[in-house]
T-cell receptor, first 115, second 114 residues
Framework: AQSVTQLDSQVPVFEEAPVELRCNYS??????LFWYVQYPNQGLQLLLK??????LVKGINGFEAEFNKSQTSFHLRKPSVHISDTAEYFC?????????????FGGGTRVLVKP | NAGVTQTPKFQVLKTGQSMTLQCAQD?????MSWYRQDPGMGLRLIHY???????DQGEVPNGYNVSRSTTEDFPLRLLSAAPSQTSVYFC?????????????FGPGTRLTVL
């Protein structure tokens, strides 16, 4: 079975400062990697995904993530955050050969952007 | 396109009551899933379906039933609610042979079991 660990449960950050959200995973098989964002009282939206190819993946709203196979990590970064980035962020993995769309999620990281 | 819709938005049940959470999608997606979200635990998969008439268990299936009689609908049934089922429930759908396409999530149902 695979598991996903998000090392920080909460990250306070000032507006226009950079932010990094850490995600580590363990799996005995190859996986696809995802970051989702959940704004208050809403469902989840896909920020970006890594399927193959370049290890640096760019997503929506200025976010990017880097896949590091040797460290089994997929950290999310944004060079300058806005108040509107206040949300909860979830890292998720999916086994490449699994049927359906079964995602395994991390526990989430709450980002609070302060003015 | 309405996307993924869920009803109700909020529900309070007493222990032992039954209810059905509704989920519908209008994108003709093959894959649909139910997750529950609990603080600090992220989302955990309850049941999923790869097409009409085909369902399977996820990580936390106990206490829940599902069926998929049409492509559009994927209801989740609680047969005898327990306080441990207090949670926020999300339905999701996606297309693609390997399910690597984006999953679209509904707005969620917040369930409280007293």
């Amino acid at each position: 079975a695979q598991s996903v660990t998000q090392l920080d449960s909460q990250v306070p950050v000032f507006e226009e400062a950079p932010v990094e959200l850490r995600c580590n995973y363990s799996s005995s098989v190859s996986v696809y990697l995802f970051w989702y964002v959940q704004y208050p009282n809403q469902g989840l939206q896909l920020l970006l995904k890594y399927l193959s190819g370049s290890t640096l993946v760019k997503g929506i709203n200025g976010f990017e993530a880097e896949f590091n196979k040797s460290q089994t990590s997929f950290h999310l970064r944004k060079p300058s955050v806005h108040i509107s980035d206040t949300a909860e962020y979830f890292c998720a993995v999916k086994k490449i050969k699994a049927a359906g769309n079964k995602l395994t999620f991390g526990g989430g990281t709450r980002v609070l952007v302060k003015p | 396109n309405a996307g993924v819709t869920q009803t109700p938005k909020f529900q309070v049940l007493k222990t032992g009551q039954s209810m059905t959470l509704q989920c519908a999608q209008d994108m003709n997606h093959e894959y649909m899933s139910w997750y529950r979200q609990d603080p600090g635990m992220g989302l955990r998969l309850i049941h999923y379906s790869v097409g009409a008439g085909i369902t399977d268990q996820g990580e936390v299936p106990n206490g829940y039933n599902v069926s998929r009689s049409t492509t559009e609908d994927f209801p989740l049934r609680l047969l005898s609610a327990a306080p441990s089922q207090t949670s926020v429930y999300f339905c999701a759908s996606s297309s693609g042979l390997a399910g690597i396409n984006e999953q679209f999530f509904g707005p969620g149902t917040r369930l409280t079991v007293l």
